[in-house]
């Protein structure tokens, strides 16, 4: 039998971050020694409180089906959540509960994008977003940014990007892979240009909030003018060292959180029981409990910032969230060790994975071929060892 895969899935790019953590993974198997900074993963456990709640809806049986758009509880803590901590009002019939973030995006795109829609994409951006985008037949347009702006795009370069075909604009505050954060003053100046574009609807990726080193969250819906506009997706992996749990949610306005719920009925209907019931606990949760997760995070992020500035020809900036750096790695290009010439950011990636036994993602799977991306959620051993390793590698080309 001669299978016939369809051009949809021929055309779709394996995850870049899943790839490298699946080759590390078969090269420890072989007995090599791979430390991976390439997945995006808190290396921390999941508060006690959170498992506990899991526990008694386990002892309660509560093991059947959920509604399509989440249950009633959890719906209603994350309406409480975004009141408490972002001062957004929004319905709990406003929030649609999915199986992680990532499923939250695909509804979206396959709810609200036409063949031909325009979805601007300030690079770098997380790996995902432009292969959901295609598979939503819609057409991704990214707009370039630099180590020299901090990886932010600004309200001029925003308005310089939109055509008559742009339907959404999708970005990430703390993004990843880059890290940076964008400022209330920011988000402003940005909020002005989309509300002379009331056709276009803005996609804000805040997985990241509770790992903001710099200030307070800020979300680009709190701009009354434009909150009609927004669409806010955030979940518990990152913030609550949940991955596993497999919950994300959107906050919408109604049209759209109808139509995301009606999307994920035919696919997945509602998302785990027993998760669900854990993440009404999570939004329960005074952020400022997870505070310890975020000061961990900070201080691998100086050190390892530190380290790296120890690295000739390497450019690195300091971003203010999550936990990534993607340093500049373009003046390794046209260098070369051994049988390795290195052309670009995933040869350079695949040179550290093979000659100093590190996993890193190469920034051209975010949108910018000058970078790769190092997770450092892992301890500060670790990453000491792995940096160490990334330096005598880089030295060696020449």
Not at 240 to 267: D, H, L, V
Not at 345 to 360: C, F, K, Q, R, S
Request: glycine share 4%.
């Amino acid at each position: 039998m001669t299978v016939q895969l369809s051009d949809r899935i021929n055309n779709l790019s394996e995850s870049q971050t899943l790839a490298m953590a699946r080759i590390s993974r078969e090269l420890q198997a072989e007995g090599k020694d791979i430390i991976s900074l390439s997945i995006g993963e808190p290396d921390f456990d999941t508060p006690e409180p959170i498992k506990q709640a899991a526990i008694e809806a386990i002892n309660q049986n509560f093991t059947h089906y959920t509604p399509v758009p989440g249950i009633p509880e959890l719906r209603e803590a994350i309406a409480n959540k975004l009141k408490r901590d972002n001062n957004l009002t929004y319905q709990p019939d406003q929030i649609v509960v999915s199986t992680g973030a990532k499923q939250s995006l695909a509804n979206i795109a396959l709810a609200l994008l036409n063949p031909g829609d325009e979805v601007l994409l300030p690079a770098p951006y997380w790996v995902s977003y432009k292969e959901i985008i295609k598979l939503a037949e819609a057409v991704p347009v990214e707009i370039p940014t630099s180590i020299k702006t901090d990886f932010k795009i600004t309200a001029n370069q925003l308005e310089n990007a939109i055509t008559p075909k742009t339907k959404m604009i999708w970005y990430s505050s703390p993004c990843n892979p880059s890290g940076s954060v964008y400022s209330k003053e920011e988000l402003a100046q940005i909020a002005q240009v989309i509300k002379k574009h009331p056709q276009i609807t803005v996609v804000s990726d805040e997985i990241y909030e509770l790992i903001n080193f710099s200030s307070k969250h800020e979300s680009i819906a709190q701009f009354e003018e434009i909150k009609n506009q927004v669409i806010i997706v955030n979940g518990v992996s990152k913030g609550f060292a949940m991955t596993g749990w497999r919950i994300g949610y959107i906050a919408a306005p109604q049209e759209i959180a109808n139509a995301c719920s009606k999307m994920q009925g035919q696919i997945t209907s509602g998302a785990n029981s027993i998760a669900q019931k854990a993440s009404v606990k999570a939004m329960q949760m005074n952020p400022e409990e997870m505070a310890y997760m975020k000061s961990a995070f900070k201080n691998r992020r100086d050190k390892c910032i530190d380290w790296l500035k120890n690295i000739e020809d390497l450019k690195v900036n300091e971003p203010k969230g999550a936990f990534y750096l993607f340093p500049d790695i373009s003046a390794f290009f046209g260098k070369s060790h051994k049988k390795y010439t290195i052309n670009n950011a995933t040869d350079l990636a695949m040179y550290l994975l093979y000659e100093a036994n590190v996993a890193v993602v190469t920034g051209e799977a975010f949108g910018d071929k000058n970078c790769i991306r190092l997770s450092y959620a892992a301890s500060e051993d670790v990453l000491k060892e792995a940096i160490s390793r990334i330096g005598k590698a880089l030295a060696q080309l020449q």
